[in-house]
């Protein structure tokens, strides 16, 4: 069992920047895949980035200005978002899993509970 709790959320400026947490539980963390998704009320949740050993994968929404990195021993992921756009306004959360489509998000396990982003004009 893995739990998620992220932070770092909350309000910024466009073109302004956040680094939001995920720290796991859990002695297997290495193990597995985490990736971040994120939803807007009334629509789907999202791909936004996931990392697997060490290689990221982006959304094309995000690559170039979205980076995603984990640290083992301290059982944490992290995503540095950087110029950040009011589309960008989001409910994020944080994944845990082995997922055949790291950009699939019925493929993880684990979520945390999320941080709302958001972004003003």
């Known amino acids: 069992q893995v739990q998620l709790v992220e932070s770092g959320g909350g309000l910024v400026q466009a073109g302004g920047f956040l680094r939001l947490s995920c720290a796991a539980s859990?002695?297997?963390?290495?193990?597995?895949?985490m990736g971040w998704f994120r939803q807007v009320p009334g629509k789907e949740r999202v791909f936004v980035a996931a990392i697997r050993w060490n290689v990221g994968r982006y959304a094309d929404s995000v690559k170039g200005r979205f980076t995603i990195s984990r640290d083992n021993a301290e059982n944490t992921v992290y995503l540095q978002m950087n110029s950040l756009k009011p589309e960008d306004t989001a409910v994020y959360y944080c994944?845990?899993?082995?997922?055949?489509?790291?950009?699939?998000?019925?493929?993880?396990?684990?979520w945390g509970q999320g941080t709302q982003v958001t972004v003003s004009s």
């Open positions: 859990g002695r297997t963390f290495s193990n597995y895949a």
């Open positions: 994944a845990a899993g082995y997922p055949g489509i790291l950009e699939s998000s019925n493929e993880y396990a684990y």
